[in-house]
C-alpha cells in the first residue's frame, strides 16, 4: 500500500509540474503576441535558381551579359525579385536598396543605375530595378554590383548583416557570353562557351529557370518544367547532329589542347 501511494504522490507531482510549465508557456506567448512578423514588414530579396541536378533553390547572384542584346543595344533592365515578409495591405509601399560598395566592382552612374521598387497593394512580389549600362571595358572583364537592401518609411530593410545571403544580392555583368546561374547541367550536360553559344543560337533562349512541379506548365512563360527541358534536349541533339553533318564538329574549348567534342 505504501508502494502505490507513493507512486500515485509521484504522479500527482509530475502532473502539477506540468501544468506549471504550460501555465508559463502560455503566459510568456500571450505577452510576445504577435509573435510574427513582430519587427514589422520587410522586403527581402528571392531569386530562385536551378541547382546542377535540376533542384531548385534560392540564389544570391545573377549574371547579365550585352553579348546576348543586340550589339547597338546599350542598356538592359535587371530586374531583382523581392517577396514581402509580413501582412499585404491596402496601399502601395516603396522599398530600395544602397550599392554596397566595398563588394563592388561596378561604379553608379557609369555601369548602372539603381532605381526603388515598389510593393503593390495587396501584392507579396514585387522587383527591385536596376539599369545597367553598356560600357567598353565590360568587353574584358564583368563588372559587379553588389546591393543590400534598406529600410524606407514603408518597409524595413533585409535580414542580417555583414555578407547575409538575405539581405545582400550581386549583379555581374559583362559584355561577352556568361554562364547563366539556371544553366540545365541535369540535361544539357557540362557548360562551356561554345555550348552556350549552339544553345542560344539552336533555341533563342538564354536563361534556363526550372519550375518546380512537375505536372504544370511554365509560369508565365518564365519558367520550364521538366518535360519541357527534355524537349529542348532531343531539339539540341537533332539540331546538332545536322550542323556537325554539314560543318564537323563543335569542341568544348577551341584552345585546349585535347579537344573535346560538345554533347547534349
Known amino acids: ?143 559587379s554590383i553588389t546591393v543590400r537592401r534598406v529600410a524606407t518609411e514603408d518597409l524595413l530593410g533585409g535580414v542580417g548583416d555583414g555578407g547575409s545571403e538575405e539581405g545582400y544580392f550581386t549583379l555581374h555583368v559583362g559584355d561577352f557570353l556568361m554562364e547563366p546561374q539556371n544553366w540545365p547541367t541535369l540535361y544539357f550536360g557540362e557548360y562551356s562557351v561554345n555550348k552556350y553559344s549552339f544553345v542560344v543560337s539552336t533555341l533563342g533562349i538564354a536563361d534556363f529557370p526550372a519550375e518546380s512541379r512537375y505536372d504544370s506548365g511554365p509560369s508565365e512563360g518564365t519558367k520550364f518544367t521538366v518535360s519541357e527541358m527534355y524537349t529542348f534536349k532531343a531539339q539540341l541533339q537533332a539540331a546538332y547532329a545536322e550542323y556537325r553533318a554539314e560543318h564537323g564538329p563543335i569542341y568544348m574549348d577551341d584552345n585546349a589542347v585535347e579537344k573535346v567534342e560538345i554533347s547534349f
Open 1 to 143: 500500500i505504501t508502494i502505490i501511494l507513493g507512486i500515485m504522490k509521484c504522479r500527482k507531482t509530475i502532473y502539477l509540474a506540468l501544468v506549471f510549465l504550460l501555465s508559463v508557456f502560455a503566459v510568456g506567448c500571450e505577452e510576445n503576441e504577435p509573435m510574427e512578423f513582430e519587427g514589422g514588414s520587410r522586403a527581402l530579396f528571392y531569386e530562385e535558381g536551378s541547382s546542377f541536378v535540376g533542384i531548385v533553390v534560392q540564389i544570391y547572384e545573377k549574371n547579365y551579359s550585352f553579348a546576348l542584346v543586340a550589339y547597338d543595344q546599350m542598356e538592359i533592365e535587371a530586374k531583382i525579385n523581392v517577396r514581402l515578409m509580413g501582412p499585404v495591405v491596402d496601399r502601395d509601399r516603396k522599398f530600395k536598396a544602397e550599392v554596397v560598395k566595398e563588394l563592388s566592382t561596378a561604379v553608379e552612374g557609369t555601369h548602372f543605375r539603381l532605381d526603388e521598387g515598389v510593393m503593390k497593394a495587396g501584392e507579396y512580389w514585387s522587383q527591385l530595378p536596376v539599369t545597367l549600362y553598356r560600357t567598353a571595358d565590360m568587353k574584358e572583364k564583368a563588372v
